[in-house]
């Protein structure tokens, strides 16, 4: 999909845009079959639609105005306008009624003569008054009614209109037949609206949740009709990678279109080369999403981003400083409660008072991480090791796609670029067995040149992170002595399996670096030991989710293989 | 039954609301002018539109809302505007040459008036055009009655924009209106508004500045109504539930208005959608959660921002505290609302319970002398989202 199509659906033909509205479609009939049934002889129920960017809203809209323009009940009397986000010039009543008369010269051909004729009405008091009721006089001169799309609502229009504007808003609304106004608005995400106005009673408000993983499933499904037949994705084979997608993308439509494709095709990782462009194409959403929030919120927004896992209010509040001095936790809760209403970010209740707060969408918090990556430290690919973390779940696939990547390289098309970025991610993951490195090291410098290869992650450093110095456990130093990190967590596995879960602990604790080396494992253990900390087990992620599971599902194999055993 | 939940109810959308109108006729019929008061979305607008629409013979209703209006010749000049472009007036033109002749010549007159005025810079007295218009209603015709909605807002406005004195002009010459030789015993008033209209005149006035008027109060709807209207809600979306759940979903409700009846009748509709199985009670306890969903803010907002309004400052923390302990402790004695007013340094307080309990707020349990919710769905709204 273009991307001109994918910010703007109207641009999209109709037919197109109506062959593939496969999601809100409750939405949708549920409010269309409000304005077929409704013949306005009364001040008809508004609708106010309410989600983030890429939700689907205009579209939604889109695919209303068509299907009032396309009922034969409906046209003859009902005309359907639809203003676009980008209508800048409505910003007051009188504007509306102004750009409401053009519009009415153009369907009616007047060749201007309604809105000249407002030329009259310059200067007086009441100019908005005599505006609205020359506007009615046409309607009902014509037998016609209007019935308005407006996108971006909130933010255009009604953030703008004065006091005054506002109550006469209400008696326009309480009196006026002839309007209908169905609007969409963005603004949730910073809840700048203040629904104390009394004409929000007029308004029905519909929001917009994040797709499903059945809706995602439709979804993609419906979008690649359209494919040829080679580019196709095989869905059946990749329904696990579909839930995972809806997952990351918090089922943000904009963000399932743009990464699908990309993501889903591509059976050797190739297409990671492209990831960086891909989340790049994102960032005119994303960047709405946090310039859309107030300052304070922006703030807490950056700390729990750059954090990546769940975070307390304590903790964030211990990074913000404002004018000198530390950041109420209690005026960080209150942003925080703000920001999980909208859909900013999720909560991971605890059984204390202090819940735990993550970016709701994964890949939001990626895009972000690259974005704000610091260029001179690892953190700097750090977006793209959370990225492969989350979409190689599970162990089998993360190994899978390293060795995949290997024969990429050795094939020797692969972009020096990509190659070292990708090394780089790849050796600070978590995930990565620590057996190959040597190997994607040494492929890796072979793609590359030879004034390139000083930028080769430094592998020394690396073993000296990876063999965790001390140890007061004898297996625990044997492991270490080997350098196979892998054995180690065999063994924490095995501790598992024989119920040593305090002993575990107790070597997490005194050395928190595991933590980091072995977090499935550690949140495997987690799970074993909610009952005695079970505030410990919700800072896990979601990616993290599978990857803990089948650690546990080993613990179990374990008990049975080793049973008898002392 | 359409569930016009936000708007007025027009058409089949409304419920009959008999009783209510009777006595609205009855004091119409003594001479007096009115003063329809009741909390907020109880369906006062519903109710003049109403009659607005479907007069007793003999009638003619004019609806006004002034609630943008700002300054006092606006006022009159929106009502006579109003009153030219009516059905009302409309009719009685049609039916006697007389007053359409004495119409025409007033509209003739404004716009040369209005033209000079324009030119000039000066400003049309609306006030003597509106009692000119009057004084061509000739008794017989029948009565004419101009409902004005939102007026203490309007009273409101013209403080906030041109202060005290100019408001209590404003009343008083409202006063004035009412008690012209020309008026007087031909055109009546019924006032009306979401904000109380007695705290609003105290502020700039005297009450006797309103005395005149006769106060009649739209009430709930009794429990009978409530039942009727209610499955009439649901049948209108193929929902039929047993009357035993009617009343368990009544009993919970306790205050019977007619917007909270369209508000649970829509999520019990939601309910019923989603979950595609027959109503239960724990489905119907699941809508009242859903009533309060932070979706149906725009419904509930306004009944806690007006408070910001009606009460200034130390009031507004005082009435805030009493509301949110309320909400968490499902009541409050006299005494620890006395206490409260210490706190405060509040010291009208009577004045302060009398506007809580008329607007709807709280009610007083003379049995156990103890203030509550009138509606505890209001009190649900408070305390899931006011008191964390």
Sequence with gaps: MADTTLYNPASLREEDLIANFVVRTKTFEKIFRDIKGSDMRYPEKHYLIQGQRGMGKTTLLLRLKYEVERTETLKDWLIPVFFNEETYDINSLASLWEKLLKYLDDYFETDGAYYEYTERFVDMEDYERLCFKFLIEKLHEHGKKLIIFFDNFGELFLDNLREKEKRRLREILIECNDIRIIGASAVVINDLHDYSQPFFEFFHIIYLEGLSKEETFDLIAKLQEDCLNDKRIDLKRHKAKIDTLAVLTGGVIRTIMMLYQVLLDDPNGKALEDLEKVLDKATPLYKHRIEDLPVQQRRIVDVIAKKWDAVSAKEIANEIREEGKKMQTKLISAQLAQLEKNNVIEKKATTTKNHLYQLKERFFNIWYLMRNGDRRDRKRVAWLTKFLEMWYDDEDSFDAFVKNHINSLRSGKYLPSSALLLAEALVNSDKFDPNKLDEVIAETSNVLKEDERKYLPDIKGLTLKLNIRYSTEEDIEKAFNNGKLYFLNELFILLMSRHQHHFLFNQFESHPELKALFKPTYYALMTLMAHEMPNEITKMGNELKIPAEEILEKVERMKVDYRGHP | ?388
């Design chain 2, 1 to 388: 039954m359409k569930n016009a939940l936000g708007n007025p109810a027009r058409g089949d959308s409304f419920y009959p609301r008999d009783r209510e109108i009777k006595k609205l006729y009855r004091v119409l019929k003594s001479g007096a002018s009115i003063y329809l008061s009741a909390p907020r979305r109880v369906g006062k607008t519903s109710v003049l539109k109403f009659i607005e629409e479907h007069p007793e013979d003999g009638y003619y209703f004019v609806y006004v809302i002034t609630e943008s209006v700002e300054s006092s010749n606006e006022f009159f000049k929106v009502i006579f505007e109003a009153l030219l472009h009516s059905d009302a007036i409309n009719k009685l033109s049609k039916a006697y040459t007389e007053f359409r002749d004495a119409i025409i010549s007033i509209v003739d007159r404004v716009k040369k008036i209005y033209n000079v005025e324009l030119r000039e810079r000066g400003e049309t007295n609306y006030y003597d055009l509106l009692i000119e218009l009057f004084t061509s209603v000739k008794k017989d015709l029948g009565h004419l009655v101009v409902q004005i909605d939102e007026f203490p807002q309007t009273i409101q406005n013209i403080l906030n924009t041109e202060g005290k004195d100019a408001a209590e002009r404003f009343i008083q010459k409202n006063r004035a209106l009412r008690h012209h030789p020309e008026v007087a015993d031909k055109i009546q008033f019924i006032y009306t508004g979401s904000l109380s209209l007695y705290p609003m005149v105290e502020q700039v006035s005297q009450l006797t500045a309103v005395n005149d008027l006769r106060p009649v109060e739209l009430q709930a709807l009794s429990l009978d109504e409530a039942e009727d209207f209610l499955i009439k809600l649901l049948w209108a979306e193929d929902l039929k539930i047993t009357p035993e759940l009617v009343h368990y979903v009544l009993d919970k409700m306790k205050w019977h208005i007619p917007f909270h009846l369209q508000l649970i009748a829509q999520e019990l509709i939601e309910v019923y959608e989603v979950e595609e199985k027959e109503i239960d009670t724990d489905a119907i306890d699941r809508a009242f959660e859903q009533v309060v969903h932070v979706r149906n803010r725009a419904q509930f907002e306004p009944y806690f921002s007006r408070l910001n309004s009606v009460f200034k400052r130390a009031e507004h923390a005082f009435v805030i505290d009493v509301l949110k302990f309320v909400a968490l402790h499902h009541e409050i004695s006299e005494d620890i609302m006395v206490d409260f007013s210490v706190k405060h340094h509040v010291e009208n307080l009577q004045r302060i319970k009398n506007i809580l309990e008329g607007d709807g707020y709280l009610y007083y349990s003379h049995e156990e002398n103890m203030y509550r919710y009138t509606s505890p769905i209001l009190q649900l709204w408070c305390r899931r989202h006011m008191c964390r």
